[in-house]
C-alpha cells in the first residue's frame, strides 16, 4: 500500500479521537500532504509543541535540567560525546519544529481534501494533557519544591529501614 493509499483510507474514516492526526502523520511519508491543522485543531497543535519542546529539554522543561546535568558532567570526562550530544539535541528539536511547522501551519494541502475533518482535543484529553503539561513546566520552572520532596521522603526511608544484620 502506498503512502496515498494509507493517507486516504485513513482520512475516509470518522475522526472521533486524538490518534487520527497522529495516524495521518504516520500514513503519511510525505509532511506536504498535511497543513493548516491548527485551525481545526488548536489544543493538539499546543500539545504537540509543548511536548515537542520537552522532549528536546528545551528551558523551563522538568527534562532541561536532566539534560543540563548530563551535559556537565560529560564537559569534564568525555567532551567529543557531549558535543555530539549537544549536536543531536539541536537537529532533534530543529526537526520536531520543523515538522510542527510543517503539519499545524504549513498551507492546506490539495492532496488531502479531509484534513478539515480533523478534530480537536476531547475534553478528557485536553484536562490530561493540561495536567501533564503543567507537570512538565512546574518541574522546569520550579524544581526545589520537587526535590525537596524527594530528599524528605528518602531521608523518611532511611529512617524506617531496619539495620543491618552484621
Known amino acids: 500500500m502506498s503512502p496515498r493509499e494509507a493517507l486516504a483510507r485513513v482520512t475516509a474514516d470518522e475522526p472521533n479521537d486524538l490518534c487520527h492526526p497522529i495516524l495521518i502523520s ?3 511519508a510525505f509532511l506536504d500532504q498535511l497543513g493548516s491543522l491548527v485551525v481545526n485543531a488548536p489544543g493538539l497543535a499546543t500539545g504537540y509543541l509543548l511536548l515537542a519542546l520537552a522532549t528536546v529539554a528545551f528551558p523551563g522543561t522538568a527534562t532541561f535540567m536532566s539534560e543540563d546535568l548530563l551535559v556537565k558532567a560529560l564537559l ?3 567532551s567529543v560525546v557531549a558535543t555530539g550530544l549537544l549536536i543531536a539535541t539541536a537537529l532533534n528539536g530543529l526537526t520536531l519544529f520543523r515538522t510542527w511547522k510543517r503539519i499545524f501551519l504549513g498551507p492546506p494541502s490539495a492532496h488531502a481534501p479531509n484534513l478539515a475533518r480533523v478534530a480537536d ?4 484529553e485536553r484536562w490530561t494533557g493540561a495536567a501533564l503539561m503543567f507537570a512538565l513546566l512546574v518541574g ?3 524544581p526545589t519544591p520537587l526535590l525537596l520532596l524527594r530528599a524528605g521522603l528518602r531521608a523518611s526511608n532511611h529512617r524506617t529501614s531496619p539495620p543491618p544484620n552484621d
Do not use: D, I, N
Request: glycine share 8%.
Open 140 to 142: 522546569g520552572l520550579a
Open 76 to 78: 569534564k570526562e568525555h
Open 26 to 28: 504516520f500514513a503519511s
Open 121 to 124: 482535543v476531547q475534553p478528557r
